[in-house]
């Protein structure tokens, strides 16, 4: 194991850097894709609900089972797991954690490619390049190939850096901006023709689908992705608190971060497909069903930016720069729980075990790209349908059912001497014993049956 762990130097930073990793294509892409599919502000208040009530507590978790095993996902969850079956379990839910996270960067990369593409393209445009505007806007293999390999290159370069000086620093400056862009193109939009439409659509619910399974499991999966739970990254990023932070606070402030960044997402994005509607393009069928979902980004907001001339080419470049940060701060975090096992239980260097894994992730990458008809669907399903919430469960056992109640109040009580009489300590046990494994599974096996 190496000698001395990286640790986060302030409270900021690692709230920067978790809820970068919270923050990402999930909030921006996933979350108003999925509301404008899902019944609009049915899907709002479901998500609410199921983020503070199941993905909170699960985030903390995971967060304890990290900062107290000071270590990557296997050996934090082995600590805390008693010899013989319990140790193997500990592997498996480690390891695929891991797995799983290298999974879901595999097919990230690509979409963050493409939202590479989308920022070089007002590029092309402003520099009258007609060719290069072109390939830029158009799915190919050359362009997902460059764009994905391009991503990757990146994702490497901060994580072989560490935490403080790669993962902290960049999450820091790169957080904040996104948020400032965010704002501007919302008061954009809200003048429009067609927002005022598109905000009722998404604030004012219709409450008669709000049990609807296929909504909940919906909202749960959008919930434990937009955390990134089940992945053992928020094991690892625990895992470089101090313990003289207290842990209930700052999970409390990430989950608030996470859940307000989309819905901020939601507030220019869902609005925006309303005004692009009213200008002609078509995002929704005569019945009111969404086109298309995977391309919604890439069709309503490239539209709204061409409506604004010229100043629309510097906006639209500056948001897709901003949506390729939000991928990026998320990235290094699926990157850095394979390589903080890789380099702890191998002893291998930084620099090389950083190399090494973002090499692998590329075949993978790339993998999906040439068969991307078959692979780019089912990879996103395995990991984000199956994977994340069965691992996140897997975790809640742990600490549920597991871990001893003293050492784990021990541990959430550094840094927050006062939990023990909190209401935090009255509930949350109990959550994570019963309900959260309960409600993760009803919501789990009901999306195998539908
Ligand atoms: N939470 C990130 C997002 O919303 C995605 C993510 C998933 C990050 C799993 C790390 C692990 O985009």
């Known amino acids: 194991m190496s000698a001395v762990r990286g640790e986060f130097s302030s409270r900021f930073g690692f709230i ?66 008693n010899d013989g079956w319990q140790k193997h379990f500990a592997f498996v839910v480690g390891f695929g954690g891991i797995i799983c996270a290298g999974l879901i960067l595999s097919f990230y990369a690509i979409v963050a490619g493409w939202m590479i593409s989308a920022t070089l393209e007002p590029v092309a445009t402003l520099a009258e390049s007609q060719t290069a505007s072109t390939w830029l806007s158009e799915q190919s293999l050359s362009r997902d190939l460059l764009f994905t390999a391009g991503f990757i290159i990146l994702t490497v370069a901060i994580i072989s850096k560490g935490v403080e000086n790669g993962i902290e620093k960049w999450s820091k400056r790169l957080m904040p901006a996104l948020l400032s862009i965010l704002f501007a193109l919302i008061i954009y939009v809200m003048m429009q023709d067609g927002a005022m439409t598109g905000l009722k659509a998404y604030l004012v619910p219709d409450f008669s689908s709000i049990l609807d399974p296929e909504l909940l499991v919906s909202a749960l999966g959008q919930a434990f992705f937009s955390l990134s739970l089940g992945t053992s990254v928020m094991i690892i990023y ?32 869902i609005p925006a497909m309303y005004v692009a509607q009213a200008q002609g393009v078509e995002i929704f069928s005569a019945t009111g069903e969404l086109l298309s979902e995977d391309t919604l980004v890439f069709q309503v907001l490239p539209a709204l930016f061409d409506g604004m001339g010229t100043i629309g080419l510097f906006v639209g470049f500056a948001f897709f720069a901003l949506m390729s940060i939000a991928a990026l701060t998320s990235s290094i975090s699926m990157l850095e729980a394979p390589v903080s096992y890789a380099v702890e239980r191998f002893s291998l260097n930084r620099l090389s075990a950083t190399w090494l894994i973002g090499a692998i992730i590329a075949v993978v990458s790339f993998t999906i790209i040439l068969n991307f008809g078959t692979l780019f669907g089912f990879v996103i399903a395995l990991t984000t349908k199956f994977g994340q919430p069965l691992l996140g469960l897997m975790c809640c056992l742990f600490v549920g059912w597991i871990w001893y109640r003293n050492s784990l109040l021990t541990e959430i009580q550094q840094g927050c001497p006062e939990v023990a009489n909190g209401i935090f300590w009255k509930i949350w046990p109990w959550y994570i014993k019963f309900i959260c494994p309960i409600a993760i599974g009803l919501v789990f096996v009901s999306s195998l049956l539908g």
């Not at 608190?241 to 989950?255: D, F, R, W």
């Not at 996470?258 to 819905?263: L, S, T």
């Open 16 to 81: 920067m850097a978790a809820a970068g990793s919270a923050v990402g294509l999930g909030n921006i892409w996933g979350f108003p894709t999925q509301t404008a599919s899902n019944g609009g502000a049915a899907f709002l208040v479901a998500y609410l609900v199921l983020a503070f009530c199941l993905a909170y507590p699960a985030l903390m978790a995971e967060l304890t089972i990290g900062r107290h095993g000071q270590a990557n996902a296997v050996t934090s969850l082995r600590k805390i797991s």
């Open 238 to 269: 625990g895992s470089y608190i101090s313990k003289k932070e207290n842990l209930v606070s700052l999970g409390a402030y990430v989950t608030l971060i996470d859940v307000f960044i989309a819905f901020v997402a939601g507030l220019l994005i």
